[in-house]
């Protein structure tokens, strides 16, 4: 029901009207129109229309989004993704963003936006992946939050999912890392080289493994002669040539190998006996395989020893030759540089002379040939008013200025060169050999022994009768032998008479037996004796140790106080060499500074005396000056011997010059001598001075001295 007003003759009316919230509206202003119809009871219906402004109550709501799909980064890697913001309310809104990431994951966002209604924010959100080692693609999950100032209890989240997957190394990794696997490579091909070295010799010794032909010495020594004669180049193309040689008879004996290899194997399996036989001639080759090694390296040790000595004869001959021919050659070449300086000169001015001529001369050729062209013109001009057609041959022009002839170029000749010094022939250089049938090494000159004489062999018994033979020899018993007893020798006595021979009685197996026993007897006392010797020795030198180890302590003892004495002394000497050279250094020192200090005084006395010459000097100059003055007043003052000319007519009083004053002598004498009083006085104060400061520079030098002594 509309209110009711009872109102008296303008009377104010107060009224409130309420607005309901329709739906969200983007503006946070509105325009409201209220039609308002008056019922008077006392007058006719009256109609109003009044305008409102109000205030839309706030309405927030927020959508968090991002486009990008999940991104694949390096461990310690960046990724970037923008996250959208939108406002859907209808006031500005102030987001603050916050980020949580998992453990060892660091990630950053904008920490606040401001976002107007019906508009998109953008803040950008960096995750930065773990430092790892190695990531095989591990998963994190980063979460933005978002908190309006208009609604602070609503938090909008939204996830943002990163994989990590790669290798990383970090800076400070690489700096440790690096040289360490360096070294551990170095050491590892060492360790390698120490191995298969070793491997490679053998194969190469005895295996029959190729060698490089360069490395023979009939190779290598071609390769020489190839160098000297025609050049490097000719030595490397050579070179060059022999390596695919080198290649081809490795990959030959490399498959000769392997199948020799096999059919050894299958030789060894079916050949056995045969394979025993050839036992020691396999020996025999081995031992002469080192014999030919030890010969090679004898004879290459022998080789450099001739071959330096080879060298020495002529190098020494051709250093001073070529000495010799660089002295001549800079003494020749003196002169030549001269010369070529003034050649050079000259060369100079005669193309500056040839210069200026030119210019002059051309000038010269170009009026005449003018001259020339314009009296040629004019007389075919004439001929053709005159009604000749022909023309007149050209008149001979001068012909252009030439170069002067150049001065020829100094030629440099060479001096008259000393022969060169030849090389003495290579000396033959002897070899050692191998004495096979002795299986020795032979040295250079040495004769080889007689041989050795071959026993002739059984000839081979089938294999059958060989293990019956054997087999026989085993199963038949072996009938013991009696050894017989040795000679003893008897001692020596003189000759006796030649007698008959009686021949001598044969031992009984009873006698034979007893003189082994005696021997054997004999030998075991023998051993005993032995034995207590040497229990003996040790049981003395046991008891001798003790004393010996006191003796050697003692001696030690006494050698470390020696020694400690020694170095005393020479410590204590020591000390006293350094102490007396500080001490001689402190009193140069002292010299020196006393020698400095009287140097200067000196400086300033001198000084002083020169000031006091020359102040002497000057009042001798204006003494001499002052007298030259006095005498020259005076002259003036004197009066002028009377002439017998006409006096002249006095002047009037005011064109007269006024009268000099008169100097009295007297006062200028007391003038001088207080000027030369107080040059005294000065000279006086100068020298008194001086004297203090050389006495105070001694007092000083006395204390510098006292302190340090």
Request: charged letters at 40%; one cysteine or more.
């Amino acid at each position: 029901m509309p209110p009711i007003f009872r109102l008296v003759g303008n009377e104010p009316v107060e009224f409130e009207l309420f607005f309901i919230n329709g739906p969200p509206i983007k503006k946070d202003t509105i325009l409201v129109r209220v039609n308002l119809t008056l019922e008077l009871y006392d007058t006719d219906d009256q109609y109003l229309e009044a305008t409102i402004l109000a205030r839309a109550s706030p309405y927030s709501a927020t959508l968090l989004s991002m486009s990008e799909a999940p991104k694949t980064v390096k461990p310690n890697g960046l990724a970037t993704y923008p996250i959208e913001v939108d406002h859907l309310g209808n006031y500005y809104e102030h987001y603050s963003l916050t980020v949580d990431a998992p453990r060892g994951w660091h990630a950053s966002i904008q920490s606040s936006l401001v976002v107007f209604p019906g508009e998109t924010g953008i803040a950008n959100l960096t995750v930065n992946a773990p430092e790892k080692f190695y990531s095989p693609g591990e998963i994190g999950l980063v979460t933005v939050k978002a908190r309006s100032s208009g609604d602070p209890e609503t938090t909008y989240s939204i996830p943002v999912v990163v994989i990590v997957k790669g290798v990383y190394v970090s800076s400070y990794i690489k700096w440790i890392v690096i040289p360490i696997v360096i070294l551990v490579s170095i050491v590892l091909f060492f360790i390698l080289w120490i191995i298969l070295w070793p491997i490679h010799r053998h194969l190469q010794e005895y295996r029959g493994r190729p060698w490089r032909p360069w490395r023979y010495p009939e190779e290598k020594a071609y390769l020489l002669t190839l160098r000297e004669t025609e050049g490097f180049g000719a030595m490397m193309r050579k070179k060059r040539l022999m390596r695919p040689e080198y290649r081809s008879a490795l990959l030959w004996w490399k498959w000769e190998k392997k199948g020799g290899r096999i059919h050894d194997k299958k030789w060894k399996k079916t050949h056995k006996s045969e394979w025993k036989a050839q036992k020691p001639e396999r020996r025999r080759a081995k031992r002469l395989k080192k014999l030919q090694k030890r010969v090679e390296k004898k004879q290459y040790k022998l080789d450099n020893k001739f071959e330096k000595r080879w060298k020495k004869s002529w190098k020494r001959p051709h250093k001073r030759w070529k000495k010799t021919c660089h002295k001549l050659k800079k003494a020749h070449r003196k002169p030549f540089k001269k010369e070529r300086k003034v050649w050079r000169k000259e060369k100079k001015r005669a193309r500056k002379l040839f210069k200026k001529e030119k210019k002059r001369g051309l000038k010269q050729w170009k009026k005449e040939t003018r001259c020339v062209e314009k009296e040629y013109s004019k007389i075919n001009r004439k001929r053709r008013k005159e009604g000749v057609d022909e023309e007149i041959a050209p008149l001979p022009l001068k012909p252009k200025p030439k170069k002067p002839e150049r001065t020829p170029k100094p030629k440099r000749s060479m001096p008259d060169y000393p022969p060169e010094p030849k090389k003495p022939e290579r000396p033959t250089i002897p070899q050692y050999s191998i004495d096979k049938s002795w299986l020795k090494i032979l040295k250079p000159g040495e004769k080889p022994r007689p041989p050795r004489p071959e026993t002739e062999k059984a000839p081979a018994l089938p294999l059958d009768k060989r293990i019956a033979g054997a087999v026989a020899s085993l199963l038949k018993p072996k009938p013991r032998e009696e050894r017989a007893p040795k000679p003893v020798k008897p001692a020596k006595q003189p000759k006796p008479i030649a007698q008959p021979k009686v021949p001598e009685r044969k031992l009984t197996s009873a006698e034979h037996e007893r003189e082994r026993m005696r021997r054997r007897a004999d030998a075991t006392k023998a051993k005993e004796r032995v034995r207590l010797d040497r229990s003996i020795a040790k049981e003395r030198a046991r008891a001798e140790k003790p004393v010996a180890k006191e003796r050697a302590k003692a001696e030690t003892v006494l050698a470390r106080e020696k020694a400690a004495m020694r170095s005393e002394r020479s410590k204590a000497q020591r000390a006293a060499e350094i102490e007396q050279r500080r001490m001689d250094k402190q009193k140069a020192k002292e010299r020196s500074r006393v020698d400095a200090e009287k140097r200067k005084s000196k400086k300033i006395v001198g000084r002083e005396r020169r000031k006091a010459e020359k102040t002497r000097m000057a009042a001798a100059k204006e003494r001499t000056t002052l007298d030259r003055q006095m005498e020259r007043k005076k002259a003036k003052a004197m009066p002028k011997p009377a002439r017998s000319v006409a006096k002249p007519v006095a002047e009037p009083e005011a064109f007269k010059k006024p009268q000099q004053q008169v100097v009295d002598r007297d006062e200028l004498q007391r003038q001088r001598e207080k000027e030369l009083a107080k040059m005294r006085k000065l000279r006086e104060k100068e020298k008194a001075r001086a004297k203090k400061t050389a006495e105070k520079h001694k007092k000083r030098a006395e204390r510098e001295r006292n302190k340090h002594f």
